[in-house]
C-alpha cells in the first residue's frame, strides 16, 4: 500500500518515515519563510532515495512560486491544501494532490490524486475513479476504514507516524 507522510521537516524526520515504509515524503514549501528554509528543504528531498515521491505541500502559493519549487526541489507531486480549487490547480506542469476541505461532498474533484477522510470518500455525491488517499484520523479504527473503502493509500502526518499499528500496510 502507498504511505504518503507528509509535514516532515528534517532528513532524520524522512529517513525515520521511509524506515516506517513511506513512498512518498511531503513538506511544506512557501516562500513567505525565508529563502534559506527553502534551501534547506530541497537538501532533504536531494537526499531521499530515488523511488520515494517528493511532495511539495502548498497553501495558497501563487502560481509562478508553486512551478519554482516544483523545478528546484525535483518534485513529483504538489500537495494542494489550502482549500484550492479545480480551476486554481488546473494548469500545473506536475501531477497535484487536491487535499478536500472539511464537510466537501460534491462539486468537481480536481488534480490528479484525492486526500480525503473516511467521511468525504463516503459521502461524495460524485463518484471518481481517480486514485484517493485516506486522510489519518485519530480515534478511527484505520485498519477497518482501509479494508471497507479500500483508497489507493493512506496519508498520515509525521506528528502520528509512530501511531500506525504494525503490519497495517502489509495487510
Not at 479504527?141 to 497495517?168: H, M, S, T, Y
Request: aromatic letters at 12%; proline letters at 5%; one cysteine or more.
Amino acid at each position: 500500500m502507498f504511505l504518503y507522510v507528509y509535514n516532515v521537516d528534517s532528513l532524520a524526520q524522512a529517513e525515520t518515515a521511509i524506515k516506517k515504509g513511506a513512498t512518498a515524503i511531503g513538506i511544506f514549501l512557501s516562500y513567505k519563510e525565508d529563502a534559506v528554509r527553502a534551501e534547506t528543504k530541497r537538501e532533504v528531498f536531494l537526499a531521499l532515495p530515488p523511488l520515494i515521491w517528493r511532495v511539495g505541500i502548498f497553501k495558497q502559493e501563487d502560481y509562478y512560486n508553486v512551478e519554482e519549487f516544483a523545478t528546484f526541489c525535483f518534485l513529483d507531486i504538489l500537495h494542494f491544501a489550502g482549500g484550492e480549487t479545480a480551476e486554481d490547480i488546473k494548469h500545473y506542469s506536475t501531477r497535484c494532490l487536491w487535499e478536500a476541505p472539511e464537510n466537501f461532498a460534491e462539486g468537481e474533484l480536481p488534480g490528479d490524486i484525492l486526500f480525503l477522510t473516511a467521511a468525504q470518500q463516503a459521502n461524495l455525491k460524485v463518484k471518481t475513479n481517480k486514485p484517493w488517499l485516506l486522510a489519518w484520523e485519530e480515534g478511527h479504527d484505520v485498519a477497518k476504514i482501509l479494508k471497507e473503502a479500500k483508497p489507493w493509500g493512506l496519508a498520515v502526518p509525521f506528528a502520528r507516524l509512530g501511531e500506525l499499528p504494525e503490519g497495517l500496510l502489509a495487510e
